[in-house]
């Protein structure tokens, strides 16, 4: 069983930047892929970004690629989403999302995903 629990969510301007974490506990495997995805009202949940716990591919959804970096310090057993240049329409809830056996062409899909962490709730204002 893993546990996942997100912190850093909260109100910031436009332009501003943000780094929201994912505490990971219990058991995870090299094989592990960690992502994050959002949920904006009234919209699907949608992919943002993806790191494997080794060796730490990365994979990010069109609209956030140069913006936003998934990085992941495996002493802390925690994953970090760092925003920059947030625009209005990244408000949404994040959540942390882990899955076994995963393969950086899969890490984008949330059915890959077998724990969810309860999210964070990140507001950009114009």
């Known amino acids: 069983q893993v546990q996942l629990v997100e912190s850093g969510g909260g109100l910031v301007q436009a332009g501003d930047s943000l780094k929201i974490s994912c505490a990971v506990s219990?058991?995870?495997?090299?094989?592990?892929?960690m992502g994050w995805f959002r949920q904006a009202p009234g919209k699907d949940r949608e992919f943002v970004a993806a790191i494997r716990w080794i060796p730490g591919n990365t994979a990010y959804a069109d609209s956030v690629k140069g913006r936003f970096t998934i990085s992941r310090d495996r002493a802390k057993s925690t994953v970090y989403l760092q925003m920059n240049s947030l625009k209005p329409e990244d408000t949404a809830v994040y959540y942390c999302?882990?899955?076994?056996?995963?393969?950086?062409?899969?890490?984008?899909?949330?059915?890959?995903?077998?724990?969810w962490g309860q999210g964070t709730q990140v507001t950009v204002a114009s």
């Open positions: 999302a882990a899955g076994s056996g995963m393969i950086v062409s899969s890490m984008p899909l949330s059915s890959q995903y077998h724990y």
């Open positions: 219990g058991r995870t495997a090299s094989n592990y892929g």
